[in-house]
């Protein structure tokens, strides 16, 4: 299954990123042809959580957020945790990627705490979202319609509530990349 052949993924992760919200996006944009890099805050290596402690795990980092460019990739995804999204959405240059990927109208995918970023980057108002449950009303309070559900897709912009969504967030996420640009993104 080679869909996504000549496809390139960027997934923008920090320390503490949700292990399986990572790795199981990467797994299927590799099993479908794609080719992913990982983005992050600092060049070298970054940790993964596992439920409730460090997994143990390091991931290399192919670009910081200052090397990358939006025009590089054909879709993004922010894995959550608690840890990382945090951190991220304190970065103003990581913020100002996901602001100008969203942007770019290409699919921009965001599981668990990671949709703290689109708040952070202002995307989030008027968008059809779903998230961690304790995050809930951080979205209602930016004027996001959240909804509770395994997977939501507001035109190319794909949310999902935790690892145990990954199944459909994964299919949604190859789906997406297939359809391409949305080039109408207004707010529902």
Same mark, same amino acid.
Request: charge should be negative; hydrophobic fraction near 35%.
């Given at each position: 299954m080679n869909e996504l052949t000549g496809k390139k993924v960027a997934i923008l992760a920090a320390d503490?990123?949700?292990?399986?919200?990572?790795?199981?996006?990467?797994?299927?944009?590799?099993?479908?042809?794609?080719?992913?890099?990982?983005?992050?805050?600092?060049?070298?290596?970054?940790?993964?959580?596992q439920g409730k402690d460090w997994s143990g795990n390091t991931l290399q980092v192919d670009k910081t957020v200052d090397q990358a460019k939006v025009e590089d990739y054909h879709a993004l995804v922010i894995p959550g945790g608690q840890i990382n999204p945090d951190l991220l959405r304190a970065n103003e240059k990581a913020v100002q990627f996901v602001a100008d990927f969203f942007d770019s109208k290409k699919p921009l995918g965001a599981i668990c705490h990671a949709p703290w970023l689109l708040v952070e980057a202002g995307i989030a108002e008027g968008r059809k979202l779903t998230s961690y449950n304790s995050m809930a009303t951080d979205l209602k309070n930016a004027g /996001?319609?959240?909804?509770?559900?395994?997977?939501?897709?507001?035109? +190319?912009?794909?949310?999902? $509530?935790?690892?145990?969504?990954?199944? /459909?967030?994964?299919?949604?996420?190859?789906?997406?990349?297939?359809? +391409?640009?949305?080039?109408? $993104?207004?707010?529902?």
């Open positions: 503490g990123y949700e292990e399986s919200e990572l790795m199981e996006p990467k797994k299927a944009v590799e099993d479908a042809g794609g080719e992913v890099e990982i983005i992050s805050l600092e060049s070298g290596e970054i940790r993964g959580w /996001a319609n959240w909804v509770d559900k395994e997977v939501v897709v507001d035109q +190319g912009l794909i949310t999902s $509530r935790n690892p145990k969504d990954l199944p /459909a967030f994964c299919n949604k996420l190859v789906e997406e990349i297939l359809e +391409g640009r949305h080039q109408k $993104r207004e707010a529902a």
